[in-house]
Nanobody, 120 residues
Framework: QVQLVESGGGLVQAGGALSLSCAAS????????MRWYLQAPGKQREFVAS???????NYADSVKVRFTISRDNAKKSVYLQMNSLKPDDTAVYYC??????????????WGQGTQVTVSS
């Protein structure tokens, strides 16, 4: 069974920084795209950043320059470095990944989420 587990959330003051991690485990052949999403209270989940297996990245306009996504393919992990945090960044952050289980099987998995709270 494949699992994604996020870590690194917490409480930080506006202007501060946090680093999130997400590690995949289980019977995984390899991983294609990996992404971060956020869900603020009362709102729909929205895209934050993505990274391909080869390292190409894409960001939501709201986090460009401030956030950096990276990955370590050997560790089956994706990271999100968040700088210059704002109260509007307060949300539960989720990772997801395109998991390749075999040559004929792949799945999209989500982590359980990690809370990020930015105080003003």
């Amino acid at each position: 069974q494949v699992q994604l587990v996020e870590s690194g959330g917490g409480l930080v003051q506006a202007g501060g920084a946090l680093s999130l991690s997400c590690a995949a485990s289980g019977s995984i052949c390899s991983i294609d795209g990996m992404r971060w999403y956020l869900q603020a209270p009362g709102k729909q989940r929205e895209f934050v950043a993505s990274i391909t297996r080869g390292g190409s990245t894409n960001y939501a306009d709201s986090v460009k320059v401030r956030f950096t996504i990276s990955r370590d393919n050997a560790k089956k992990s994706v990271y999100l470095q968040m700088n210059s945090l704002k109260p509007d960044d307060t949300a539960v952050y989720y990772c997801n990944a395109d998991i390749i289980l075999s040559t004929r099987s792949r799945t999209l998995n989500w982590g359980q989420g990690t809370q990020v709270t930015v105080s003003s």
